[in-house]
């Protein structure tokens, strides 16, 4: 029994296997996977990428899934890019924004004399706002992990967070 799973290549796209590394490169840039595991394969062709296995093991056949996903999400990385929209909320203390390289300064958040620190991956475009933190990228991966890294910088720590609801948070993805 073989199992598979097929990723149409969008207009734009072209794609090169090389060993087991995965190489997608689109109008917004091109990103690379190593995708290797135990008797699952990867072939492309000029319209699609296959992933297949000809095990019936469980395991093996969700990683048949996983690399097909991942394989989809490259491809609307170098085609559309990804965005998150986080907001920016407090009730006493005003947050300050500051961006630094490849980190980016919360100041006064909850009146704290210190500045909370989040890190911004590579590949990762951060656009701030009013009252608005828009992170951009073409690496699904990069951006959601850059998102989340804001959002746990925010964290509240020793109050009560359903008092205490200052933050940043994630409130729309496109």
Known sequence: MVFERKVGIPEGATVNLDGSTLQISGPKGSLSRGMRYPQVTIECTDTEVRVATESDRKR?????????????????GVTEGFEYRMKVVYSHFPIQLKLTGDKLEIINFLGEKEPRIAR???????????????????????????????????????????????????????
Request: hydrophobic residues 45%.
């Open 120 to 174: 911004i991956l590579d590949g990762v475009s951060v656009k701030l706002g009013n009252d608005e933190v828009i992170v951009t990228g073409n690496d699904k991966d990069a951006v959601g992990s850059s998102a989340a890294n804001i959002e746990t910088a925010t964290r509240i720590r020793k109050r009560d967070p359903r008092v205490f609801q200052d933050g940043i948070y994630v409130v729309e993805k496109v």
């Open 60 to 76: 093996i056949i969700a990683m048949v899934g996983t690399y097909a996903a991942h394989a989809n999400n490259m491809f609307t």
